[in-house]
């Protein structure tokens, strides 16, 4: 079956940096683009970027762009989030999906928590 497991949230003080990494398996990943969503405490769910299954393309919401940056190894079934100079608005539950956007996400990982406070 599909598994998404992301990890490497945390705890990061405002101008720092965390790397989010998700392991699928259960599916070919190298023919599936993939993307990372995120919900901040009483919001609703918010796409922020996703990657083509070659890693060809790449695409951010503006309000991570220029400070994230995706990135999959399909030889190790890994999608990653390299997150900088983060904000405290950018705490909230970061989840991984199979899918480029809302449009085509059909599996969701459990979540990894990053919280941005000093």
């Known amino acids: 079956q599909v598994q998404l497991v992301e990890s490497g949230g945390g705890l990061a003080q405002p101008g720092g940096s965390l790397r989010l990494s998700c392991a699928a398996s259960g599916f070919t990943f190298s023919t599936y683009a993939m993307s990372w969503a995120r919900q901040a405490p009483g919001k609703g769910l918010e796409w922020v970027s996703g990657?083509?299954?070659?890693?060809?393309?790449?695409y951010y919401a503006d309000s991570v762009k220029g400070r994230f940056t995706i990135s999959r190894d399909n030889a190790k079934n890994t999608v990653n989030l390299q997150m900088n100079s983060l904000k405290p608005e950018d705490t909230a539950l970061y989840y991984c999906?199979?899918?480029?956007?809302?449009?085509?996400?059909?599996?969701w990982g459990q979540g990894t928590q990053v919280t941005v406070s000093s």
């Open positions: 999906a199979r899918g480029l956007d809302y449009r085509d996400n059909d599996y």
């Open positions: 990657i083509y299954s070659d890693g060809s393309d790449t």
